[in-house]
């Protein structure tokens, strides 16, 4: 055993560090590491109580709420949709996913608009965890007439990252570790499309703040 935490301090010392001196990051620290833009919202569910902790370069807020099995069915209802394909999907089973996500939203960020164009570092927990918050709605869908590229995602107004914990994403170089020459890329597909080209890909303006620091 001694010998095998050696060897992680000799090639791998960043992880040693972590697993063996933990060193929890302080709001004072976060506040200096984040940009002008950035918000961080760290999430801590228990069975009936979800406390969010807000924090940016000027402030830290944090609010406690009571959740009930409402909140657990909107998020499987969202995890459900995410891996259902869509030309199986019903319009009852989309209508569910719209009212879902929208519910959610509300409720992890509460009723009042977030900023402007402010960056999203999500640290989640538990349950939260399994959905992507990009495609949660920051505003009610009414009717039945929309089209899925026109929904009101949280995405279209806020880049959304993704974070296990503030110690991780700054007590490490990794943030400053530049992207090599290589490229892997996705697109999506349409198998309905019967092969034709089809342009089905819409730009994402806010999204090219987050793909900037990969630059090579």
């Known amino acids: ?124 927990d538990g349950m939260l965890a399994y959905i992507p918050f990009d495609i949660l709605l920051y505003r009610p869908v009414e009717g039945n007439n929309y089209s899925f590229g026109k929904l009101p995602y949280l995405v279209n107004k806020h880049p959304v990252s993704y974070a296990y914990s503030a110690t991780l994403l700054f007590q490490s170089d990794f943030r400053k570790v530049r992207a090599g020459k290589g490229l892997l890329a996705f697109a999506p597909s349409d198998p309905e499309t019967g092969g034709i080209r089809v342009n089905s890909t819409r730009d994402i303006p806010l999204d090219r703040k987050t793909l900037k620091p990969l630059v090579g």
Do not use: C, W
């Open 1 to 124: 055993r001694k010998e095998f935490i050696r060897k992680l301090s000799d090639k791998y010392p960043d992880y040693f560090i972590l697993k063996y001196f933990p060193v929890i990051i302080r709001p004072e620290a976060i506040e200096k590491k984040l940009g002008n833009d950035d918000l961080m919202v760290e999430y801590v569910l228990a069975d009936s109580v979800l406390i969010i902790f807000m924090l940016d370069r000027h402030k830290l807020s944090y609010r406690q709420i009571g959740v009930d099995s409402s909140f657990y069915r909107n998020i499987e209802i969202v995890y459900n949709f995410t891996r259902r394909n869509y030309f199986n999907t019903s319009s009852e089973q989309t209508a569910e996913y719209i009212k879902a996500a929208s519910q959610l939203y509300k409720f992890l960020f509460s009723e009042d608009p977030l900023d402007e164009n402010k960056r999203l570092i999500i640290v989640p």
